[in-house]
């Protein structure tokens, strides 16, 4: 008798990380809004291990990750070739939003500004300029006022529902022939099963890890429009690629995907 991990339903998904946001976004609100990041435990603070050296890479360990899945998954070549499709416009996505030419700083330069201490004895008045929440804070030792999208929320949610759409069909297949009773346990099958199955788990925790993060982010940091604008993102990147066109023409999985594990 074998073992059968449901399905990804896309409602589930999507009310899931939504009902993160608006939870954590209430308890900011009503508990850490106004508290100083010093008195935040040692890794929900912007510089902990978890933020520094994770959150703000997590596109690199999520390569990382799909690239371990990818090499035990049993994929045939043509399943790669439009796995390497798929992950190079998710990567252009994030790209072109976080980066060059920077969606999310085009958005804080056209809706917020620094704001400059008076370095004057003459006058208390502060200087606004027009800068990114990044330059002003560190370069110009500022304040930054105005409108922004969470980068940390799009990108741990563009992460996980990537790895999740991504690994989780064939998580399944692995699984149940992993686990299947009737299968001997030294079958090639079985025990390319297991290999795979193993490197999907430690795949999938990074969707555990980037939830973590993503709890902590709506819970310390953010107003909520700008949590909202951040899920917003990769909620359309997801529904548009991965709900319709990639089911039309670059499937994640068919019949012809995984016939070693089949």
Known sequence: MGFNLPSLKPTYIITLYSTVVLIGSIIHK???EHQNENTFGTL????????????????AWTTIAISVF???SGKKKESIKRF????VIATLYWFILCRWPGVFSIIQLR?????????SDESDEPSFISSTSFKCKRIHKGHWIGFDVSGHVFLLVHCSLF??????????????IALNENENNKSVKRQRAIKGACAS???LSFVCLWFYVLWITTTHYHHFREKFFGLLFPTVYWFVFYQNI?????????????????
């Open 44 to 59: 929900t603070r912007k510089k902990s291990i978890v933020n520094q050296y994770f959150a703000k890479f997590a596109w």
């Open 30 to 32: 009503l508990y850490y």
């Open 163 to 176: 790895l999740l759409e991504e690994i989780w069909p064939i998580f399944q297949k692995q699984l149940k």
């Open 201 to 203: 788990i430690f795949s």
């Open 70 to 72: 990818v090499v035990f």
């Open 84 to 87: 390497i499709i798929r992950y």
């Open 246 to 262: 990639w089911k039309k023409y670059l499937q994640v999985e068919d019949k012809r995907s995984f016939k070693k594990i089949n």
């Open 111 to 119: 809706y917020g500004k620094c704001e400059i201490p008076s370095k």
